[in-house]
C-alpha cells in the first residue's frame, strides 16, 4: 500500500532562518507530488508542484523553493523565513491527473515563525 | 484563475440534525472531489463526482454534481460528533490543468453531542 510521510510535525524557527520540509512517498512510482499551504480561515494554496524529478512548478511567487531529487522525495525550502511564511504545510501526492485521481496527503507540518 | 466558493464558512449544529454545504463556481470542472480534515492532520479524501447531476452516497453523506459541472453540494443526514471537521471540496480543471486541484476554503462542520 502506498503511504506519505512528512515531517517534522511541528516546527518553530526565527525569521531569517533557513527552511527544509520533507515529504516521501512509498508504495508507488512516478507519482505527481504537491506542496500546498493552509493558513487558518485560507482554505489551501498550492505552492508547487510536480511531474518527475526535477521538474518543479510554482504557483506564487514567494521566498519558498522547492526540488524533487529522487522520484519520490519532495522537498521545501527557504533561505530566509519571513512572519508570513507561518502556516500549516502538507504534500500531498497522485497517481495520475485525470479528473478520478484524488490527492492523498500527508499528516502536515505546523511552522511558526517567529 | 478557478475559483471554488464554500457555504456557509461555519456551521455549528446538534446531533442528529440534517445540513447541506455548498460549493459554487462560475467555472466548469471536469470532476469535483470533496475532503475531510481534522485538526492537525491534512485533507482526507471522501469522493469524487465526474459526470453532471451524478448523486453519490456514502453512508449518511450524500454527494451532488450540479448538471453544468459548476457546483456540489454534500447533505448530511442524522449528524454526529465524529463528522465534525473541516469540509473542503476540490475541482479539478476541465482544460489544460489537470495536474492541480483549486480548493475551496471550506466549511467547518461542529457537531455538538
Known amino acids: 500500500s502506498q503511504t506519505i510521510h512528512q515531517w517534522p510535525a511541528t516546527l518553530v524557527q526565527p525569521v531569517g532562518s533557513p527552511l527544509s520540509l520533507e515529504c516521501t512517498v512509498e508504495?508507488?512510482?512516478?507519482?505527481?507530488l504537491y506542496w500546498y499551504r493552509q493558513a487558518a480561515g485560507r482554505g489551501l494554496q498550492l505552492l508547487f508542484y510536480s511531474v518527475g524529478i526535477g521538474q518543479i512548478s510554482s504557483e506564487v511567487p514567494q521566498n519558498l523553493s522547492a526540488s524533487r531529487p529522487q522520484d519520490r522525495q519532495f522537498i521545501l525550502s527557504s533561505k530566509k523565513l519571513l512572519l508570513s511564511d507561518s502556516g500549516f504545510y502538507l504534500c500531498a501526492w497522485a497517481l495520475g491527473t485525470g479528473p478520478l485521481d484524488g490527492y492523498t496527503f500527508g499528516s502536515g507540518t505546523r511552522l511558526t515563525v517567529v | 484563475t478557478q475559483l471554488l466558493e464554500q457555504s456557509p464558512q461555519f456551521l455549528s449544529i446538534q446531533e442528529g440534525e440534517n445540513l447541506t454545504v455548498y460549493c459554487n463556481s462560475s467555472?466548469?470542472?471536469?470532476?469535483l472531489q470533496w475532503y475531510r480534515q481534522e485538526p492537525g492532520e491534512g485533507p482526507v479524501l471522501l469522493v469524487t463526482v465526474v459526470t453532471g447531476g451524478e448523486v453519490k452516497k456514502l453512508k449518511r453523506l450524500t454527494f451532488q454534481f450540479g448538471d453544468a459541472r459548476k457546483d456540489s453540494s454534500l447533505h448530511i443526514t442524522a449528524a454526529q460528533p465524529g463528522d465534525t471537521g473541516l469540509y473542503l471540496c476540490a475541482g479539478v480543471g476541465s482544460g489544460g490543468s489537470n495536474y492541480k486541484l483549486t480548493f475551496g476554503k471550506g466549511t467547518l462542520l461542529t457537531v455538538n453531542p
Open positions: 508504495g508507488t512510482s512516478n507519482p505527481n
Open positions: 467555472s466548469v470542472f471536469s470532476s
